[in-house]
Nanobody, 123 residues
Framework: QVQLVESGGGLVQAGGSLSLSCAAS????????MGWFRQAPGKERDFVAGITRSGVVSDYSDSVKGRFTISRDDAKNTVYLHMNSLKPGDTAVYYCAATTYYAARGASFYDYWGQGTQVSVSS
């Protein structure tokens, strides 16, 4: 099993930047493809970004492409989400998740989840 703990959320003004971290423990981190999801109040949990085990391939939702960057550091068992040019529409609870499926966008493909971290973007 993998335990995931997100950090780095907070309140930022529109146009600002924020970086999230997700620290993994319990199992071999490099065995897992990792993803970031977000969920706004009253909405479904949506895919934001994903990165493969190798770290070579990354994938982004259209809404964040060009603004967000996902990366991983296997030596630190950590995956990151760097967010630039933030918009009020990016306000949500952000979750990291782990999966053995390659390039998965659906939340149902992910086996392990963190508790989430709140990101709020003011206009």
């Amino acid at each position: 099993q993998v335990q995931l703990v997100e950090s780095g959320g907070g309140l930022v003004q529109a146009g600002g930047s924020l970086s999230l971290s997700c620290a993994a423990s319990g199992s071999t981190f490099s065995n897992y493809n990792m993803g970031w999801f977000r969920q706004a109040p009253g909405k479904e949990r949506d895919f934001v970004a994903g990165i493969t085990r190798s770290g070579v391939v990354s994938d982004y939702s259209d809404s964040v492409k060009g603004r967000f960057t996902i990366s991983r550091d296997d030596a630190k068992n950590t995956v990151y989400l760097h967010m630039n040019s933030l918009k009020p529409g990016d306000t949500a609870v952000y979750y990291c998740a782990a999966t053995t499926y390659y390039a998965a966008r659906g939340a149902s493909f992910y086996d392990y989840w963190g508790q989430g971290t709140q990101v709020s973007v003011s206009s």
